[in-house]
């Protein structure tokens, strides 16, 4: 495997798919990186030669990926958390900051749902609850 700024890439892959393996590169990047480093884009990362992985390391070197770049997003949201802004309230709160609706849904963020409210009579008097003909 091929490692390119702290990342292996798989070698059966193209290096344009291959290279999306890196935090903060996405495909619309690629074909940037792959233009500045002059490498085919259908080429797999196996038949690379170690020319084009230096030039392809030094295109990525001019963006921020990885390490610095999840560092930049952490002291974003910590900066909008400390300023009180609405979108710091809700990642305090860890529930979607882009305007979603929650009342049914943001499953991914809310976790699994747990009922509340109402209960079974059957529920209830395990419970110990009054229930509505007891009363």
Do not use: C
């Not at 290096?15 to 619309?28: A, C, D, E, N």
């Not at 940037?32 to 080429?43: G, H, N, R, T």
């Not at 943001?106 to 529920?123: H, P, Q």
């Amino acid at each position: 495997m091929v490692r390119i700024t702290g990342i292996e890439i798989p070698d059966k892959k193209p290096v344009w798919i291959g290279l999306t393996h890196i935090f903060g590169v996405g495909k619309v990047n690629v074909r940037k990186i792959l233009d500045k480093a002059k490498v085919e884009p259908q080429k797999k990362v196996e038949n690379l030669s170690a020319e084009e992985i230096t030039r392809i390391t030094k295109a990525l070197s001019e963006m921020k990926v990885e390490g610095d770049l999840r560092q930049e997003i952490l002291g974003n949201i910590k900066r909008l958390k400390s300023i009180g802004s609405y979108r710091g309230s809700r990642h305090q709160q860890n529930l979607p900051a882009r305007g979603q609706r929650t009342r049914t849904n943001a499953r991914t963020k809310r976790g699994k749902r747990v009922t509340v409210g109402a209960l079974k009579r059957k529920d209830m008097a395990a419970t110990g609850g009054e229930t509505e003909k007891g009363a």
